[in-house]
């Protein structure tokens, strides 16, 4: 069999390759615990994820090539419009309304980083994506239309879930002026969440967690990635690119909770 072509995108997975219509990666512990969500999303009807294949005779997961376009850092300005973020919103709440009543297998194991590999903080409402970083969208037609990359998946909260999204679209993670992209550099992030919030429909008792809740995860995503740098040599590297960036938006996203928590509550 060919060697396939090598994929890189958004992970931190070393020998993900693509042969034909499928992507085969190394098996790790929660492989298999993913393979089970993404088939109750297929049976679900939610088309906008990878197909669970099994595992090839090398010992690698087999999954679905999903066809389309992602958006490396920094975004470019087709990657930056509202309606992105209304089309994902949407996808966010159909995976979501797939995601309900599946309950994992017994022993599931959950992937994550070095510093909270398996850590399930919340109350769970749900198993959801949690990782929506640009390279973990596909878009077709100028538009997010699937995900990929679930290897963060694990029971969460519908308001984590959503704080995630917003963490790398709205984008909170880039609030600083300092660290925005161009494509962003002007952009009403306030705004932007009321957006989303619209799109996706959420309620008036998530709109009034979620600014709160965004800037306790920020204060985590910067005690993880810290962390995660003292235990494996890859996140170290990061942790050194962005550790400046990470703080500044966790000291922003503070800052602008009433600013968002406002947005929420007033008409785009």
């Not at 290897?151 to 790398?168: C, E, G, R």
């Not at 962003?184 to 619209?198: E, G, M, S, T």
């Amino acid at each position: 069999m060919s060697e396939g072509e090598p994929l890189t995108g958004g992970s931190d997975t070393q020998g993900i390759v693509r042969i034909g219509d499928t992507v085969r990666r190394p098996l790790r512990p929660f492989s298999l615990t993913v393979q089970a969500y993404l088939a109750h999303l297929r049976d679900a009807g939610f088309a906008g994820a990878p197909l669970p294949l099994g595992v090839d005779e090398q010992g690698r997961e087999v999954l679905s090539f999903v066809h389309g376009d992602v958006h490396g850092w920094p975004p470019p300005p087709e990657a930056a419009g509202e309606d992105v973020l209304v089309a994902l919103a949407r996808l966010i709440r159909a995976l979501h309304e797939a995601s309900a009543g599946w309950v994992p297998p017994p022993g599931a194991v959950w992937g994550g980083s070095p510093a909270n590999s398996g850590r399930v903080t919340e109350r769970p409402e749900l198993v959801s994506h949690r990782d929506y970083a640009l390279g973990n969208v596909v878009f077709r037609d100028g538009l997010p239309a699937a995900l990929i990359d679930f290897d963060l998946a694990k029971p969460t909260t519908l308001v984590y879930d959503i704080a995630n999204a917003l963490w790398f679209w709205a984008p909170l993670k880039w609030g600083d002026p300092r660290d925005r992209p161009p494509a962003l550099a002007d952009a009403d992030i306030p705004h932007r969440v009321a957006v989303f919030a619209d799109a996706y429909g959420m309620t008036a008792g998530q709109r009034a967690e979620l600014a709160p809740l965004v800037a306790g995860i920020a204060r985590r995503y910067h005690e993880d990635s810290r962390a995660s740098a003292e235990l494996n040599p890859v996140w170290r590297e990061a942790w050194e690119e962005g550790r400046h960036t990470l703080s500044r938006a966790e000291a922003w996203a503070s800052k602008m909770a009433p600013a968002i928590t406002a947005s929420l509550i007033q008409p785009t």
